[in-house]
T-cell receptor, first 114, second 115 residues
Framework: ETGVTQSPTHLIKTRGQQVTLRCSSQ?????VSWYQQALGQGPQFIFQ???????GRGNFPPRFSGLQFPNYSSELNVNALELDDSALYLC?????????????FGQGTRLTVV | AQSVSQHNHHVILSEAASLELGCNYS??????LFWYVQYPGQHLQLLLK??????LVKGIKGFEAEFIKSKFSFNLRKPSVQWSDTAEYFC?????????????FGTGTRLTIIP
């Protein structure tokens, strides 16, 4: 176990709907990153949050947004869902210090858009 | 921009065979390098990491990897695989700047071990 928990584990949504995924970081970690893993692919970086602010973003449209709370837990929100958004969404937490850090991943949320 | 290439998409080996999975990355600065494993239905688990120092790093479950800076490579090895090593393996890179936690992953290598 990594100490990173995500909810829900599975979710089915209809195209055009909105979804919120949640992540609880490992205790003591101050950075949360979100990844999208399509079937048969490696995880793709969506964005990261450090001390409640977004400070890095991958090649994802603005309808992907997030929040980080004072307890360092986080949400990923996706608006106007598209079929291609079907994927495993991974949350990773880390302690940003000095640069040499490792990320710990949650088990993921499997999102299916129909 | 960073990129990672894993040239072996699917590898099939018999138990006790030796394993080497290739990983090449593209990035001009100082990097941290990682190998993650994803067992079916489980979360991504860190096998090993390289930050600095000895380019030969040892990880869990008998895995090791060698960082060759001149070749931009970080290949994963195991001298004798077991059936339980069947999983998906991902190489990842991030720059070592403070506050940048973005990992760039390869597309993964599916490893199947035949008993």
């Amino acid at each position: 176990e990594t100490g990173v928990t995500q909810s829900p584990t599975h979710l089915i949504k209809t195209r055009g709907q909105q979804v919120t995924l949640r992540c609880s970081s490992q205790s003591g970690h101050n950075t949360v990153s979100w990844y999208q893993q399509a079937l048969g692919q490696g995880p793709q970086f969506i964005f990261q949050y450090y001390r409640e602010e977004e400070n890095g973003r991958g090649n994802f449209p603005p309808r992907f947004s997030g929040l980080q709370f004072p307890n360092y837990s986080s949400e990923l929100n996706v608006n106007a869902l598209e079929l291609d958004d079907s994927a495993l969404y991974l949350c990773a937490s880390s302690l940003a210090q000095g640069g040499n850090t490792e990320a710990f991943f949650g088990q993921g949320t499997r999102l299916t858009v129909v | 921009a960073q990129s990672v290439s894993q040239h072996n998409h699917h590898v099939i080996l018999s138990e006790a065979a030796s394993l080497e999975l290739g990983c090449n990355y593209s990035y001009g600065g100082t990097v941290n390098l990682f190998w993650y494993v994803q067992y079916p239905g489980q979360h991504l688990q860190l096998l090993l990491k390289y930050f600095s120092g000895d380019p030969l790093v040892k990880g869990i479950k008998g895995f090791e990897a060698e960082f060759i800076k001149s070749k931009f490579s970080f290949n994963l090895r195991k001298p004798s695989v077991q059936w339980s090593d069947t999983a998906e393996y991902f190489c990842a890179v991030k720059n070592s700047n403070f506050g940048n936690e973005k990992l760039t992953f390869g597309t993964g290598t599916r490893l199947t071990i035949i008993p």
